[in-house]
């Protein structure tokens, strides 16, 4: 397997455009988070699916950010409009639950560096 | 709500010597698991090592162990034989066994240096 594919690596937009991270989680796993780390707050949960449905999106900043899950197979960060505050690493991760067991930890994938100049 | 503390942020051991890094944690829950992640200048985050809180016996991984303690709610990483390699961002986590409660909290952090 590939591990979790996020895409771009890196991002640079101007104020006010629109961004969309990308994100591919390990096949078989049916739990995906989205993550933003910046010096400032650290690592914080932006929202996260089970089994392609919004379980926890308390994180999520603003209405500027949005979310989606179509499919077990991808997932979409959109931020709109974007502004320098939101730069940062967005890490997504997945992982495996199974009812109370949680056999495989998480998987993360490299980060996507956004910076809204 | 859970909170993950790491009260060192930054640490220096010398090559081949041992290194701890200490967390702490506060949770009402009586089941969860405990994970130590590394993030390199790469900034892939690396799972190092994972402890469930149901287990008394301290997980072990090659050269990284843990020492958890679950009444005091402390949660530390012994690295053994430290090589250049192992310099990186080490974070604590915490996840809840709760359903429905599947996201991992994270400590700020602490960096390490090997000194050569």
Not at chain 1, 12 to 29: D, F, N, Y
Not at chain 1, 32 to 40: K, N
Not at chain 1, 79 to 90: C, G, K, L, W
Not at chain 2, 54 to 68: D, G, L, P
């Amino acid at each position: 397997d590939a591990g979790v594919i996020q895409s771009p690596r890196h991002e640079v937009t101007e104020m006010g455009q629109e961004v969309t991270l990308r994100c591919k989680p390990i096949s078989g796993h049916n739990s995906l988070f989205w993550y933003r780390q910046t010096m400032m707050r650290g690592l914080e949960l932006l929202i996260y699916f089970n089994n392609n449905v919004p379980i926890d999106d308390s994180g999520m900043p603003e209405d500027r950010f949005s979310a989606k899950m179509p499919n077990a197979s991808f997932s979409t960060l959109k931020i709109q409009p974007s502004e320098p505050r939101d730069s940062a690493v967005y890490f997504c991760a997945s992982s495996l639950s199974l009812d109370r067991t949680f056999p495989y930890g998480y998987t993360f994938g490299s980060g996507t560096r956004l910076t809204v100049v | 709500a859970q909170t993950v503390t790491q009260s060192q942020p930054e640490m220096s051991v010398q090559e081949a010597e041992t290194v701890t890094l200490s967390c702490t944690y506060d949770t009402s829950e009586s089941d969860y698991y405990l994970f130590w992640y590394k993030q390199p200048p790469s900034r892939q985050m690396i799972l190092v090592i994972r402890q469930e809180a149901y287990k008394q016996q301290n997980a072990t991984e090659n050269r990284f162990s843990v020492n958890f303690q679950k009444a005091a709610k402390s949660f530390s990483l012994k690295i053994s034989d430290s090589q250049l390699g192992d310099a990186a961002m080490y974070f604590c986590a915490y996840r809840s066994r709760a359903f429905g409660n599947e996201k991992l909290t994270f400590g700020t952090g602490t960096r390490l240096t090997i000194i050569p």
